[in-house]
């Protein structure tokens, strides 16, 4: 996926009205996303971003132990200036959904095994009952 493409989806599911703003969830959505991926799928994974965000994913944050889903949405509130819990959760499904959809499907169910119950939420993919 190019660069603008990638943007362009993630600021219109954000509704962001600039494009800065976008930046700024996806670099640090995908900073702590690649803390929390390995291997294969996280190299695949880069593979079909943007080169800039799949640098980014490639050389994440640290993270001592997997963060569940509200406690990622939590770090990613933590990083973002004036984030509340409710405006970074939009901000990292926002991000997550674009992510999941230049991942596919069968990449999707890889990433989900490596990630703590619940992600499939945050990457707008549901499971169903």
Excluded: C
Aim: aromatic share 6%; proline share 7%; no cysteine.
């Amino acid at each position: 996926m190019r660069w603008q493409a990638f943007l362009d989806a993630v600021r219109e599911r954000g509704e962001y009205p600039t494009a800065h703003e976008a930046e700024r969830a996806a670099r640090t959505v995908l900073a702590l996303l690649g803390a929390h991926l390995v291997g294969e799928e996280r190299a695949e994974l880069a593979a079909r971003l943007p080169e800039t965000f799949a640098l980014i994913l490639l050389n994440p944050l640290q993270a001592a132990e997997p963060l569940d889903p509200e406690r990622f949405v939590r770090a990613t509130a933590a990083w973002i200036d004036g984030a509340s819990a409710e405006t970074a959760k939009w901000d990292v499904s926002a991000v997550l959904s674009v992510v999941a959809d230049a991942a596919g499907e069968d990449l999707m169910s890889r990433v989900l095994l490596q990630l703590p119950p619940g992600y499939e939420l945050l990457f707008g993919r549901p499971r169903p009952d």
